[in-house]
């Protein structure tokens, strides 16, 4: 790393206010800037598109590897059945369906994550 | 913070069980909190950082998503006005946040708007949705800020645990998917309704065509693109 520690530490500042003024920006403008009706209803969907955002291509992201690796529809589908990752998140989506609690659905998750992880060595 | 709310808190009973229910709403996203400030700890560590850059970085700066988006650019020998820009863009999501709470802080004074505001993140904001979606929530703030005191604990506490762990922990991608993973948790409760499906479908199909968009493009075109579906989806229909 070859900042300094002064420019380091303006850096830090930097991030800071950048964060401030982002998690800020519509709580300080006026209220007539504030959206409403349909939009306001709308952004309530904001969270979910974040989370799936950050998570799905990440859930997904060794598939293109293992169907080019994987000769073949049987051979296609065996891999993606048993992709770690994509069967972890199936496994959690699944539990958390029908127990409605996400902390069992990471639980499974997790279990057939590190266990597929496990068995392909 | 918290030290200083805490009697305030208790003189007004109604807002304290707020607070408490905050921070009980918010438990599912604790494990994700957990491990990636666990792995953002020792990547911090793992980059060079020293100690108290590092937890400056923790405590003053508190966002994964530019803690993240600039440890890589770091090692690059990037300038810091660049960094700051990366961070900037890959903060674009909370604006969507901050245009979606706007409405809820509109009447708190600025001071505790704007500490409200700073440490709102992905959590507490999911655990605020779907409470609202059960029926009205009184004392918003107090609900919001319990979620939120609980998250920055756990948040910190593991990015510091993992400051200290650096040495000999690895860096784990394993740890860091379950920390995906847990994160995936706290998003399927939140798939109900038409929007919300619309939202979904819109989202992913975004945030896959821009994965290796830079400094997290993708993510805020598929947030707009989620909120543009929903929008699409909910015409016609009145508030609910």
């Known amino acids: 790393m070859s900042?300094?520690?002064?420019?380091?530490?303006?850096?830090?500042?930097?991030?800071?206010?950048?964060?401030?003024?982002?998690?800020?920006?519509?709580?300080?403008?006026?209220?007539?800037?504030?959206?409403?009706?349909?939009?306001?209803?709308?952004?309530?969907?904001?969270?979910?598109?974040?989370?799936?955002?950050i998570t799905v291509p990440e859930i997904v992201r060794d598939l293109p590897l293992r169907l080019a690796a994987a000769p073949g529809w049987g051979a296609g589908a065996l891999a993606v059945a048993t992709d770690p990752r994509l069967a972890g998140a199936l496994a959690l989506l699944l539990v958390v369906r029908l127990t409605r609690k996400s902390l069992w659905g990471l639980v499974a998750g997790a279990s057939v994550y590190l266990g597929l992880l496990a068995l392909a060595g | 913070m918290l030290r200083t709310m805490q009697p305030a808190l208790r003189r007004?009973?109604?807002?304290?069980?707020?607070?408490?229910?905050?921070?009980?709403?918010?438990?599912?996203?604790?494990?994700?909190?957990?491990a990636w400030g666990l792995v953002t700890g020792v990547?911090?560590?793992?980059?060079?950082?020293?100690?108290?850059?590092?937890?400056?970085?923790?405590?003053?700066?508190?966002?994964?998503?530019?803690?993240?988006?600039?440890?890589?650019?770091?090692?690059?020998?990037?300038?810091?006005?660049?960094?700051?820009?990366?961070?900037?863009?890959?903060?674009?999501?909370?604006?969507?946040?901050?245009?979606?709470?706007?409405?809820?802080?509109?009447?708190?004074?600025?001071?505790?708007?704007?500490?409200?505001?700073?440490?709102?993140?992905?959590g507490p904001v999911a655990a605020f949705m779907q409470q609202q979606r059960r029926g009205p929530l009184v004392q918003r703030v107090a609900?919001?800020?319990?979620?939120?005191?609980?998250?920055?604990?756990?948040?910190?506490?593991?990015?510091?645990?993992?400051?200290?762990?650096?040495?000999?922990?690895?860096?784990?991608?394993?740890?860091?998917?379950?920390?995906?993973?847990?994160?995936?948790?706290i998003t399927v409760p939140l798939l109900a309704g038409r929007p919300a499906w619309a939202a979904a479908a819109a989202s992913v199909a975004v945030a896959l065509a821009g994965a290796d968009w830079p400094h997290r493009l993708g993510t805020f075109a598929a947030v707009l693109a989620g909120v543009a579906a929903a929008l699409w989806a909910g015409r016609g229909r009145g508030p609910r």
């Not at chain 2, 007004?12 to 957990?34: D, E, I, Y």
């Not at chain 2, 850059?53 to 090692?75: D, E, H, K, N, R």
């Not at chain 2, 020998?77 to 709470?101: D, E, I, P």
Request: with cysteine; charged share 10%.
């Open chain 2, 143 to 185: 609900f919001l800020n319990g979620a939120n005191a609980l998250t920055a604990a756990v948040w910190c506490g593991s990015s510091v645990a993992g400051i200290a762990l650096a040495a000999v922990l690895p860096l784990g991608a394993e740890l860091a998917y379950i920390g995906l993973l847990a994160l995936f948790g």
């Open chain 2, 43 to 122: 990547a911090m560590v793992k980059v060079g950082l020293e100690l108290l850059p590092a937890l400056g970085m923790t405590f003053i700066v508190y966002s994964g998503t530019s803690q993240l988006t600039v440890l890589p650019l770091l090692a690059t020998g990037t300038g810091v006005l660049a960094m700051a820009a990366a961070a900037a863009v890959a903060n674009l999501r909370f604006v969507v946040y901050s245009a979606l709470l706007s409405r809820h802080l509109r009447r708190v004074p600025l001071a505790l708007r704007l500490g409200t505001g700073f440490w709102t993140i992905d």
């Open chain 2, 12 to 34: 007004h009973p109604v807002r304290w069980r707020a607070f408490r229910l905050g921070a009980r709403c918010v438990v599912p996203s604790l494990p994700a909190m957990a």
């Open chain 1, 3 to 53: 900042l300094s520690a002064a420019a380091l530490w303006v850096l830090i500042g930097l991030l800071a206010a950048v964060t401030l003024v982002a998690r800020n920006l519509f709580l300080v403008l006026p209220p007539r800037w504030q959206p409403r009706g349909a939009v306001e209803q709308a952004l309530r969907v904001a969270p979910l598109a974040a989370l799936l955002a």
